[in-house]
């Protein structure tokens, strides 16, 4: 009993399934009084409804004359190597003017291989995006399904907002998928096969809330702050790594740094340039590929300019000054940073020497108030080892 059951539920769900497909594959393409043609091929033309004895008549689009075809003895019309410009109305008369039929011919390629890229932006969905490779010129449908681990066929869902995509939610890792993007039109159809893991094919997407901003009192630094991208979930066990790039706007070459923060301080800018700062992020462990830039952000380092901006509006105001700033600005960042450098150094010196000093008392100190036994031994060590040599000699 349970066993013609299940047999019979068998039967049904491959009649189902081979229905669903019959219907998938062949009913879109069944319009009434369409024909497809493939460019260069010989398409004929049947004129259904015609009396087997009498002649008919061919009209393309109202016009009788129709150099491209040749009517045959049972009245169809052949059209060799059909181009572009065969397409259109064809209609099929009897002698006495009534049209018997009329049908409109479409020419165009079969699909080509699409082009497919797989992209998860996250690990739990991913979604691909597909071009055709033919620009075939006829209506075209895809047909979007995948594999995981080699189990039977699941959909990969197309949102027709988003045309030439499908996406897979709740995506596992460590697993195996296997894309199948099929490209279907009248004249047939052509699939392309793409095999990958999620991790894999993970690319964030860009950070954002990029700043840059000038670091006070630091004319080559820039301190660049920026946000997770919003779609990658916060989780600590999926964490992402950046890379900034960042040129002076009139120069060509990036230089880069990476960085598993969310803020960097650009330490070589160049003084008193305005710097253009992207960021991009990748799996903290590599997986995957970096992300497109982030929007651009710009700055320009602190300049020391921003200070003497009295002494300018004085000199403003008293024209005859004017030479003052002029000489005193050349010098002015170069020699207060080797001042600053220099006194630092002394400082650090000083301070070096201070320590040493102090360090050698404390440890005299500590010696002298330990009882002299380490001493003793020391000496004893030392006397010990000298005697040998004493008596060598
Ligand atoms: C992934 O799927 C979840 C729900 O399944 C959804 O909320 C989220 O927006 C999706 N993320 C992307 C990047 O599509
Ligand atoms: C890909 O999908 C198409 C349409 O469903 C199917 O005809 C074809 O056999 C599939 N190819 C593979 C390798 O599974």
Redesign the pocket.
Known sequence: MSSLARCLSRVMCLLAVTTI?VSL?SHTWKEEGVVYGKIGDTVTLTCSNRNASSEVVWRFNGSSNIRWGNVTDHGDLELPRVGPSAMGHYSCYDQSGGRLQSVLLRVGYPPGIPFVTCRAADYHNFSCRWNSSVETLLPTRY?T?Y?VDRNS?EICVQDPRHPNTCSVRSSKLWTSY?M?I?E?NPLG?S?R?LEFTVQSIVKPDPPEIVLAEPVPHAPRRLRVTWAYPSTWPQEPHFQLKFRLQYRPVLHMLWSMVETANLTDIITDAFMGLEHIVQVSARDFLDAGNWSEWSMEARATPWTSTEMPEPVLELSNETTTEEPEPQVKEPFDPVEKAAVMISLGIFAFVVLVIFLAVGALIWVRVGRTMKDGGIKANFLTAIHMKTLPKNQIL
């Open positions: 497909s594959s047909i399904s594999r066929p296997q199948n099929t279907e159809s699939f096969i």
